[in-house]
């Protein structure tokens, strides 16, 4: 059985990668089960998606924690211990990076035994990464030598089917250009062996004493806690306010924004970059297109170069 595990952002399009390569498997006569991970949607967050392939009915449910292939299609993923990237893995296990470092640079910062490789990260425009799942799709496909290319067009149109032909297009250039760059590598992967129920060990399980309920109650202290958990730390998009173009309207922003993260000085409104989570619904909402989205990555670099200057 073949067991693959994609991990990416909100926003990245694992859930949607799992899917396509699983129609894929399916197209080729496997059976298959497909499924993402995550908690409440939220963009930037990690997320994980699976795909477990067969010829013969799988018994197997649940989370996948032993991989045969991995997926990273966000780099900055793998040190993140919440993110789970490396669970399972093996020397049996392939690792494919969505990353600007080369392939020995990685072994080398993870001491992994495993193959890996790496997909050259897509441009720094993060907008663009909505096709980064396709790309990582395509990659996957040919590491696994048991997709061609004709299932692997035919399952991009047949999932990405409802949002037109120009997304599909430019999702396909991007597959089919990663499934030609791994040709070198193509059957890399190899399926692991099926898990007998016969030979279950519990996992090594930490024992908590318990105690008393006065001791270990939930118990709230302060109020307005919350502002401690920055959830800004996730967001790849910055939404930035022009505040030449801003009418001072201030409730449309401040009203729309899921996480109260935009307050209003008298009449002019200031993001709360600590808890931002980049979701870009004020991007959407603000009448007079006075906020702006620029890659996270480019803003931190722009708040430097401000900072060495003043």
């Not at 409440?40 to 392939?53: K, L, Q």
Request: charged share 25%; proline share 5%.
């Amino acid at each position: 059985m073949y067991r693959i595990r994609f991990h990416g952002r909100g926003g990245q399009g694992m859930k949607t990668a799992s899917q396509i390569l699983g129609t894929a498997f399916f197209l080729e006569g496997y059976e298959v089960q497909d499924a993402p991970r995550y908690g409440a949607e939220r963009r930037g967050a990690p997320i994980f998606a699976y795909v477990r392939a067969d010829m013969q009915p799988i018994n197997e449910r649940g989370i996948i924690t032993n991989p045969d292939l991995v997926i990273v299609a966000d780099d900055s993923l793998v040190p993140v211990p919440a993110a789970g990237v490396l669970t399972g893995m093996d020397e049996h296990t392939v690792l494919l990076i969505n990353s600007d470092e080369s392939t020995e640079t990685w072994k080398h910062r993870l001491n992994l035994s495993c193959r890996v490789f790496t997909l050259p990260a897509e441009a720094e425009d993060r907008a663009e990464l909505r096709f980064i799942g396709a790309t990582c799709t395509g990659a996957a496909a040919r590491l696994l030598g048991k997709i061609s290319r004709d299932a692997l067009q035919q399952a991009i149109k047949q999932e990405l089917a409802e949002l037109g032909d120009a997304v599909i297009d430019k999702n396909l250039d991007r597959a089919l250009d990663a499934f030609d760059r791994m040709q070198e590598h193509e059957g890399c992967v190899r399926s692991g062996a099926q898990v007998n129920a016969e030979d279950y060990s519990k996992p090594a399980w930490i024992d908590l004493p318990f105690e008393e309920a006065r001791v270990s109650a939930p118990d709230i202290h302060a109020s307005a806690n919350s502002v401690e958990v920055r959830t800004g730390l996730w967001r790849t998009l910055r939404p930035v306010i022009d505040y030449e173009r801003c009418n001072n309207c201030w409730w449309v922003c401040s009203t729309f924004c899921p996480d109260g993260a935009i307050k209003v000085n008298g009449q002019t409104p200031e993001i709360d970059y600590n808890h931002c989570k980049g979701c870009m619904v004020c991007v959407a909402q603000c009448p007079p297109h006075a906020i702006e989205a620029i890659p996270e990555q480019l803003a931190r670099q722009q708040d430097s170069e401000q900072e060495a200057s003043s």
